[in-house]
């Protein structure tokens, strides 16, 4: 489970007002919040962004989180404002309520661990209302460890979270090989993605060792080494494998947690040795689902058209900024892998 709730757990409950919807004659610009939840943000802290959820629908946008400061240096009433031009959270509230104007609307917030804010939106005729309303009545407000069903509560919304966060999830897998759209997400949830794609990475490898030592065993291949055996190599593939019928292939082991057509990235060193020296040699292993039971391979061929042409144009984008006494260092690309040959699945 990627995502879980921060250690404050309080998660604030509402059911939301027609000045809350923008309905009528109101002209209120924000949707007040309860105190005692996201005590763990700074007073002065505000919170540009947040997670919205309705039912399967899950986006960070603009959601302008802040308190007012009293004269005495105290802060009071938690809000999220409107804002200006852009969307943002209570905007989109307001539109997914508007499609329904006769519903009632709950609203539910909460933190994650890196402090991510999550606001949930609850249509009352929807099936995730009527979950919780078995656990939950209009009078709660505020829901903490002390609440009897506390735990379901929790279990559900963090399961809910995690399931319709699935395309975020796969971003920050990609934002964590790439450093590409690093301010879109909390430090924290970068550094965890990093982390599990490191762990992914080599439970990948371990998986084609294993894949190799049974090709061996059948004599579909003559032998292998395992650059990565002990430690990172550094190499830009991570297996040799040797046949009698053709030369060694050099096999860079791709893996992901997600689908088959999740992006592949490459570095451009790895972009660099596939067109000078693995044109005819380099393969990617592709370990995916790997977040499944049953863990699936995907092996995809020639590559070397694809190298040469972003080599190509990282030469000339490397040929013009050294005019301005700058170099090229460490890009990472990532790609569809539907731009390649490929074989057919084998379960692992």
């Not at 061996?216 to 990172?232: D, Q």
């Not at 992901?256 to 451009?268: A, G, M, W, Y």
Request: net charge negative.
């Amino acid at each position: 489970m990627f995502f879980k709730i921060n250690a404050e757990c309080h998660i604030g409950f509402k059911k939301l007002t027609a000045a809350d919807l923008g309905i009528g004659t109101s002209h209120q610009t924000h949707i007040g919040l309860y105190e005692g939840v996201l005590n763990f943000l700074p007073d002065v802290d505000v919170v540009s962004t947040a997670m919205l959820i309705c039912d399967g629908y899950c986006d960070i946008i603009k959601c302008y989180f802040d308190r007012i400061e009293n004269p005495d240096g105290t802060f009071r009433s938690p809000k999220i404002r409107i804002g200006g031009s852009e969307e943002s959270v209570v905007k989109r509230i307001r539109e997914f309520a508007s499609a329904d104007t006769g519903a009632d609307w709950y609203l539910l917030w909460f933190g994650l661990e890196s402090e991510e804010l999550v606001f949930i939106l609850l249509n009352a005729n929807s099936e995730d209302y009527h979950r919780l309303h078995s656990y939950i009545s209009d009078n709660d407000k505020i829901l903490d460890e002390s609440h009897p069903a506390f735990a379901a509560i929790l279990q559900y919304i963090e399961d809910k979270v995690n399931r319709v966060s699935v395309d975020l999830q796969k971003d920050l897998e990609v934002v964590a090989q790439t450093g590409r759209g690093v301010h879109e997400y909390k430090p924290k949830d970068i550094e965890k993605a990093n982390k599990y794609f490191c762990q992914t990475g080599r439970a990948g490898e371990e998986l084609i060792n294993e894949y190799f030592d049974k090709e061996c065993a059948a004599g579909h291949i003559k032998s292998y080494l395992w650059m990565n055996a002990s430690r990172e190599s550094g190499l830009p593939f991570d297996f040799i494998v040797s046949s009698d019928s053709s030369a060694a292939l050099h096999v860079d082991v791709k893996s992901t947690q997600f689908d088959c057509n999740q992006p592949i990235v490459f570095s451009d060193g790895e972009i660099r040795f596939i067109s000078e020296y693995g044109r005819d040699t380099y393969q990617v292993y592709r370990v995916f689902d790997m977040s499944n039971e049953q863990k699936k391979l995907c092996i995809y061929h020639e590559i070397s058209s694809y190298a040469d042409a972003i080599l190509a144009k990282q030469n000339i984008f490397g040929a013009e900024i050294s005019q301005l006494s700058t170099s090229v260092n460490l890009i990472k690309y990532a790609v569809r892998p539907n731009i390649f040959n490929v074989g057919q699945e084998i379960m692992l």
